[in-house]
């Protein structure tokens, strides 16, 4: 996982530290960074999103934690967050932002520990790809890719229930990355999430979220049989 933790107190940022390169030891090592504030950290994540687990600190001068987890939530579902405060009255707006877990300061490396097995629990439960934007590198639970279409040398990302944007990754680079994620290749300019999708049609794919996407008649067949296997699939239990 990367980690990043963000307190502007030294005493407790060195300690949380602590913790967790003691338990990035045993698990075989850990990308951790820390960050002394908000701002600090937003500016670094602006850059990249590639982090996995956040520990956040709620009262901090400038921005405070909830509201750089706030902004964090517009660019990312999925990294887990955990909040570091010395009081509990924030525990409404924590689950306004999905936080994974509150720890009460003084923290104790018990309570560090349960936090750290959680988050790994969740991560391997989710498979991500990290793709690259003009601008940005990010961070992409596959689940939530509906579609690619190859645009230019490029390629557009349908994302189900957030539209679309473009990454510099060719299509061939995309089928590489998603190969055994439950992606078909639907037309010679798409491929697709199977587990996404709602209905087949002769001439077109539509997904849970209403995004519509073309299916070529020469691939219908293949398509159509992944659909009803994945499906088949997962009223036995085996999952996606």
């Keep these: 996982m990367r980690i990043a933790v963000i307190e502007d107190e030294k005493a407790h940022r060195d300690l949380l530290l602590f913790y967790l390169e003691r338990w990035s030891r045993e698990q075989g090592g850990e990308e951790i960074y820390t960050f002394e504030t908000a701002d600090s950290f937003w500016f670094a994540y602006e850059e990249n999103q590639c982090f996995d687990l956040l520990f956040v600190d709620i009262q901090m001068p400038g921005m405070d934690g909830m509201e750089l987890a706030k902004r964090v939530r517009e660019k990312d579902r999925d990294v887990l967050i955990v909040f570091t405060t ?3 009255d ?3 707006e924590g689950y306004e932002v999905e936080a ?6 003084p923290l104790s490396e018990e309570k560090v520990r349960l936090c750290l097995e959680k988050a790994k629990g969740r991560r391997q439960l989710t498979s991500y790809v990290v793709l690259h934007t003009e601008d940005e590198t990010l961070k992409i639970n596959d689940r939530s890719v509906n ?13 189900a229930g957030a539209g679309e944007f473009e990454v510099k ?3 061939s680079e995309l089928e590489k990355l998603l190969n055994g994620r439950e ?4 037309h010679r300019s798409y491929v697709c999430r199977i587990g996404n999708i709602r209905h087949i049609g002769k001439d077109e794919i539509v997904f849970d979220d209403g995004q519509r996407i073309p299916v070529s008649r020469r691939l219908y067949g293949e398509v159509n049989r992944r659909f009803i296997e994945f499906f088949r699939r997962e009223a036995l239990g085996g999952g996606a």
């Design 169 to 171: 990754e060719s299509l």
């Design 183 to 186: 992606f078909v290749k639907c």
């Design 147 to 159: 579609y690619a279409e190859a645009r230019g040398h490029g390629c557009i990302l349908g994302l």
């Design 90 to 92: 924030f525990l409404e």
């Design 100 to 105: 994974l877990h509150y720890l009460v300061k």
């Design 86 to 88: 010395g009081i509990t």
